[in-house]
């Protein structure tokens, strides 16, 4: 069946880095977009980054940009999101997503990892 697993969240001091990776199983990963999504406590889910399928193309929320970089690597199917220079604001649970487009929309999410950024 489909998997994505999360890993690598926790508490840093402001200022600080983490590197979220994600695996993925149970379908074609190098057919599929991966983004990072993240959603604070009582706020909606916001979208962090996304990286394309073959990994030639990535965007950024304005909010994170310059500080974290999304990688992909089709040869282990898993996703990463270092994250940089972090800061209070940056603390919530971060899912990773899988998108297809065609032939039909297609989403596949993890069960998200919580970062928390405080000293």
């Known amino acids: 069946q489909v998997q994505l697993v999360e890993s690598g969240g926790g508490l840093v001091q402001p200022g600080g880095s983490l590197r979220l990776s994600c695996v993925a199983s149970?379908?074609?990963?190098?057919?599929?977009?991966m983004r990072w999504y993240r959603q604070a406590a009582g706020k909606e889910r916001e979208l962090v980054a996304t990286?394309?399928?073959?990994?030639?193309?990535?965007n950024y929320a304005n909010s994170v940009k310059g500080r974290f970089t999304i990688s992909k690597d089709n040869a282990e199917n898993k996703v990463y999101l270092q994250m940089n220079s972090l800061k209070p604001e940056d603390t919530a649970v971060y899912f990773c997503?899988?998108?297809?487009?065609?032939?039909?929309?297609?989403?596949?999410w993890g069960q998200g990892t919580q970062v928390t950024v405080s000293s």
């Open positions: 997503n899988a998108h297809q487009g065609w032939p039909r929309d297609t989403d596949y």
């Open positions: 149970g379908f074609t990963f190098r057919n599929y977009a």
């Open positions: 990286i394309s399928s073959l990994g030639g193309l990535t």
